[in-house]
């Protein structure tokens, strides 16, 4: 039996004040699906624009708990193209933030160039001289 991925949800974090408290929740995604998203400007077309922003609320968006005029917005493709331009960016701009930051912290200090724990002392480093023939 083989090491089980892990697939953690992104809970996205916004640095705009005014988006501080919302509560916005993605799936984890191949890298295949990250690169679909990647790069929006890059898309040919408003309509591809669209449908790759639609698919993005639809597929990897799992909840928010955002209200426009007191009534709750749908997580989905059309609850995130019917949201104000600044509040859709903020979404997809934290999701892309999110889906790269480093969940856990870094183990212990370095160790200043010493073996680290668990490796053999028989391994060599690699060597940066190249000599060509």
């Known amino acids: ?9 992104v809970r996205l974090i916004f640095e705009d004040a005014d988006l501080a408290g919302a509560q916005v929740l ?3 995604v191949s890298l295949d699906e990250w690169l679909t ?4 400007g890059a898309l040919g077309s ?16 799992e909840s928010w708990d955002l209200t426009s005029d ?3 917005v749908a997580a989905t493709g059309e609850g995130l193209l019917s949201l104000p331009v600044d509040v859709g960016k903020a979404i997809y701009n934290a999701w892309q933030e999110g889906v790269v930051r480093v ?6 200090p370095s160790s200043n160039g010493g073996t680290p724990p668990g490796l053999s002392g ?8 190249h000599q060509s023939s």
């Open 103 to 108: 969940s856990a912290p870094l183990g212990g």
């Open 1 to 9: 039996m083989g090491f089980e991925v892990p697939k953690r949800p």
């Open 26 to 28: 993605c799936r984890s």
């Open 122 to 129: 028989s391994m060599l480093p690699l060597s940066t001289n």
């Open 70 to 72: 007191k009534k709750a």
């Open 37 to 40: 998203y990647l790069d929006l």
């Open 46 to 61: 408003l309509e591809d624009l669209r449908a790759t922003l639609k698919r993005f609320g639809d597929e990897v968006v």
